[in-house]
């Protein structure tokens, strides 16, 4: 279906006997895949990685130094992911550190501090939106204020920072269901992996035939300027609490709004803080 990236994301996919035979599968057919790690596996793997064909890795940094420990409760955590970094760009394989943006991180400069250390390096750094899912369901308060939304702005006018929404193809934004799917490890097939609905099961279902059902509900239908996930209140109330304590992705027709909704709906609508101001070509005006 024209699919070109493919990443793998865990959990940690780097424990996987999989990932490495299905990187090679990729990059044979000339897709080009990209793997989601903690570093904590880097320094192991490095060579099988580089044999593979991998020429992008993503590791997981959220502070520097002894911040990053206690925010994964690992210590020596930092170290092991910095030295595992410096061996992949060795190895000649771009690295790209992605972090996540909180409240806390934005107000003390903590974000633009990692930024600028990995700036150093040679290393572009990747924020993401605090995802209010598995240990954060309950912590609304990560949700980012407005305040530091534009904080999360202001950071994306330098050129060695970026988030998702530039990294697609055609139009800027979050392009859950539109440009990228997440495919779970049973084969659901749900618009990204911080909304765990599955539209169909690609074991049984054919992918067009899921992505088409997919594209039915308008949150799916075109490309918002926010991660809706994270930003918006009322899509996460509808969608991702709910679903609390829930193993696995929810089918579709278990949720009753995605299921009744439709694109002759008006009151369907992507709501106006959501979408993207959009010229001719699909570049975003910001
Ligand atoms: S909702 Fe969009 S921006 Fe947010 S994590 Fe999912 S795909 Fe990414």
Redesign the pocket.
């Known amino acids: 279906m024209g699919a070109i990236n493919f990443v793998f994301q865990g959990g940690e996919p780097l424990v996987s006997d999989l990932t490495i035979p299905l990187i090679r599968i990729i990059k044979r057919r000339g897709g080009y895949p990209v793997v989601n790690t903690n570093g904590i596996l880097l320094a192991e793997k490095i060579l099988s990685l580089k044999a593979a064909g991998i020429d992008w890795i993503n590791v997981s940094i959220n502070g520097i130094g002894e911040s990053h420990d206690q925010f994964y409760n690992h210590p020596g955590l930092f170290d092991i992911s910095l030295h595992g970094i410096e061996l992949a760009q060795k190895a000649g394989i771009h690295v790209i550190v992605v972090t996540i943006a909180t409240n806390k991180s934005l107000e003390s400069g903590e974000t633009l501090r990692l930024a600028q250390f990995m700036n150093k390096r040679k290393i572009d750094t990747w924020l993401?939106?605090p995802?209010l899912a598995g240990r954060w369901i309950d912590h609304p308060y990560e949700r980012l204020s407005e305040e530091n939304i534009k904080r999360f702005d202001e950071l994306l006018k330098n050129k060695f920072i970026h988030w998702?929404?530039e990294g697609n193809y055609f139009k800027y934004g979050?392009?859950?269901g539109r440009e990228?799917i997440y495919v779970s490890a049973y084969g659901d097939v749900t618009?990204?992996?911080?909304?765990c609905v599955s539209f169909g099961n690609i074991i049984i279902t054919p992918l067009r035939d899921i992505l088409n059902k997919m594209r039915q509900v308008p949150y799916f239908h075109d490309i918002t300027n926010r991660?809706?996930?994270?930003v918006d209140e009322k899509f996460h109330n509808k969608f991702i609490a709910p679903f609390k304590g829930r193993e696995g992705a929810i089918p579709i027709e278990q949720v009753e709004f995605f299921y009744s909704i439709s694109l002759t709906n008006p009151k369907t609508r992507i709501p106006s803080h959501l979408n993207a101001q959009t010229d001719y070509d699909g570049h975003v005006a910001r």
């Open positions: 993401v939106y995802m998702e929404g979050c392009a859950a990228s618009p990204c992996a911080g909304i991660c809706m996930a994270s």
